[in-house]
């Protein structure tokens, strides 16, 4: 630690509706892929952290289920109940959005902000790298500036790395001085099972038509260390038998390579062999169930 700089450590909430960014900006941060993403809205379902410790601080990074309307769902209660929750134990919350982009969506995540008026929240308008006329840029910010009292707004880019510092530096800025939290070698709060589950769902997420990534969820049946080697077996679980066919494909070709795809995310992340076998199950209105949600894995404690 250098001498002038008094360490500094804390909680930092990202939060916004769907689809803006907010994983792929902490694995940006982070500097390696341990929240799933993809191209759909409502890819992350449970709140995760990840954790980024250096000579000056320690960050910890909430993050959280895209807010959004549609409640109807008990899966869609539970996301947002998890985003919600994110909120309330932090020291910092970084609001994200897309680009020059305001949407009643966002409007609605501002207003439940509003509701807490006491911490200091960060604007981050992401994907700039879209952004075709940079002239637009400032007076946009200005715009959002009248909106409420931001800390800071910050134009970047999580995709490609624009801006990412700067960020950072806001959020040093606002951090209470603190003892580390965590072991300083730990990066997140999740089991390697968890995680393995997550990244089978991505692939799934990355792999299937429009709306089949709702209708299924992962679950580790058996997570064994063989002498250095992972022994995974995940069971896929979707809500009809209809939908059973079409994640395996044809021949089973759709799923080898889910399975494919999700080993070798698996293996840079634990830094070993894996082995993964995956099976898929019907277990019909597990997303509108709450039974059978906290069975699964979707529990509010978390
Ligand atoms: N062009 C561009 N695309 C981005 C950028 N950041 C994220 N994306 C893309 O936006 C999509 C959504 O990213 P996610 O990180 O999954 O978004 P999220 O906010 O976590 O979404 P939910 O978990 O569904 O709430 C993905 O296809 C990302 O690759 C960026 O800076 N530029
Ligand atoms: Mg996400």
């Known amino acids: 630690m250098s001498e002038q700089q008094a360490f500094r450590s804390g909680y930092v909430a990202i939060i916004g509706r769907p689809n803006v960014g907010k994983s792929t900006l902490i694995n940006r941060?982070?500097?390696?892929?341990?929240?799933?993403?993809?191209?759909?809205?409502?890819?992350?379902?449970h709140r995760i952290?990840?954790?980024?410790?250096?000579?000056?601080?320690?960050?910890?990074?909430?993050?959280?289920?895209?807010?959004?309307?549609?409640?109807?769902?008990a899966m869609n209660r539970y996301m947002?109940?998890?985003?919600?929750?994110?909120?309330?134990?932090?020291?910092v919350v970084v609001f994200v959005i897309e680009g020059m982009k305001w949407t009643e969506e966002d409007e609605r995540v501002l207003n439940k902000l509003r509701q807490d008026s006491s911490k200091p929240v960060i604007l981050a308008m992401n994907k700039i790298d879209k952004l075709?006329?940079?002239?637009?840029?400032?007076?946009?910010?200005?715009?959002?500036?009248?909106?409420?009292?931001?800390?800071?707004?910050?134009?970047?880019?999580?995709?490609?790395?624009?801006n990412i510092e700067s960020l950072e530096?806001?959020?040093?800025?606002?951090?209470?001085?603190?003892?580390?939290i965590f072991d300083e070698d730990q990066l997140t709060d999740r089991s390697s099972?968890?995680?393995?589950?997550?990244?089978?769902?991505?692939?799934?997420?990355?792999?299937?038509?429009?709306?089949?990534?709702y209708a299924l969820t992962v679950d580790i049946e058996q997570f064994e260390d063989d002498d250095g080697m992972y022994r995974i077996s995940a069971v896929i679980y979707v809500e009809r038998s209809g939908q059973k066919s079409i994640v395996i494909g044809k021949k089973?070709?759709?799923?080898?390579?889910?399975?494919?795809?999700?080993r070798e995310d698996m293996e840079k992340l634990f830094g070993?062999?894996?082995?993964?076998?995956?099976w898929v199950k019907v277990r019909e209105g597990w997303s509108d169930n709450e039974r059978m949600l906290r069975s699964l894995g979707y529990n509010d404690d978390l």
């Open 29 to 45: 941060v982070l500097g390696l892929k341990l929240c799933i993403t993809s191209r759909r809205p409502q890819t992350t379902r």
């Open 49 to 73: 952290l990840g954790i980024k410790t250096t000579e000056t601080s320690q960050l910890i990074y909430v993050d959280t289920p895209g807010i959004h309307s549609d409640g109807k769902r």
């Open 80 to 91: 947002n109940r998890a985003a919600a929750a994110s909120v309330e134990d932090v020291d």
């Open 132 to 162: 075709e006329d940079k002239a637009t840029l400032l007076p946009q910010v200005e715009k959002l500036a009248d909106k409420f009292n931001f800390a800071a707004i910050v134009p970047l880019s999580a995709r490609r790395g624009i």
């Open 169 to 180: 530096e806001s959020i040093y800025a606002l951090m209470p001085e603190g003892e580390m």
């Open 193 to 213: 099972r968890f995680l393995a589950a997550e990244m089978v769902r991505e692939k799934l997420f990355r792999h299937l038509g429009q709306e089949l990534p």
């Open 252 to 262: 089973g070709e759709l799923l080898k390579q889910v399975g494919k795809d999700a």
């Open 272 to 278: 070993c062999k894996v082995f993964l076998q995956l």
